[in-house]
Antibody, heavy 112, light 112 residues
């Protein structure tokens, strides 16, 4: 059974760095890509980036200067780090196994 | 980056009515490997998105066959043949042919 679980702080202060972890089970990170997708409250979905099964990464053009995605295959975890957070980075952050499998998401609020 | 234009933004339907959603791409989504990576997702209120259709027209396992996808190149359509109450939510097209991947803005399906 495939599961993805996002974890991380619910509150981040402006200008700080967001660190999120996606822990997967039911598939191997060396055989499946993992995406990060976010959604501001009441708005649409935004693709942030991906960790491909072969270790390649790709990022949203608007976010790439402050976004980094990495992984630890031994722990079945994919990591997202995004710096210089602002209030419009508030929203729900999802990790997904390609677009096939989704985590429940983690709500992140950027506020002082 | 590829821009996906979804129409209409909102759709009002009665139970049993058939409806269609359009997704137009700013460039062809035909990959050099011959596949077209255009997917359709449904996000019900308070839930993560779920995959309905991949590769333009392939139904994800467990998805009712009242959902169908069609199209090629830059023009794609999702059709629901006989809306049911559980179909209400926001529908998104998303392309994974060209990195960075991109979502359409969404179509909200409501009950009339």
């Amino acid at each position: 059974q495939v599961q993805l679980t996002e974890s991380g702080p619910g509150l981040v202060h402006p200008s700080e760095t967001l660190s999120l972890t996606c822990t997967v089970s039911g598939f191997s990170l060396t055989g499946y890509s993992v995406y990060w997708v976010r959604q501001p409250s009441g708005k649409g979905l935004e693709w942030m980036g991906r960790m491909r099964y072969n270790g390649d990464t790709s990022y949203n053009s608007a976010l790439k200067s402050r976004l980094s995605i990495s992984r630890d295959t031994s722990k079945n975890q994919v990591f997202l780090k995004m710096n210089s957070l602002q209030t419009d980075d508030t929203g729900t952050y999802y990790c997904a196994g390609s677009f096939d499998y989704w985590g429940q998401g983690v709500m992140v609020t950027v506020s002082s | 980056d590829v821009v996906l234009t979804q129409t209409p933004p909102t759709l009002s339907a009665t139970i049993g009515q058939s409806v269609s959603i359009s997704c137009r791409s700013s460039q062809s989504l035909l990959h050099s490997n011959g596949n077209t990576y255009l997917n359709w997702l449904l996000q019900r209120p308070g839930q993560p998105p779920q995959l309905l259709i991949y590769l333009v027209s392939r139904l994800e396992s467990g998805v009712p066959n009242r959902f169908s996808g069609s199209g090629s190149g830059t023009d794609f359509t999702l059709k629901i043949s006989g809306v049911e109450a559980e179909d209400l939510g926001v529908y998104y097209c998303v392309q994974s042919t060209h990195a960075p991947y991109t979502f359409g803005a969404g179509t909200k399906l409501e009950l009339k």
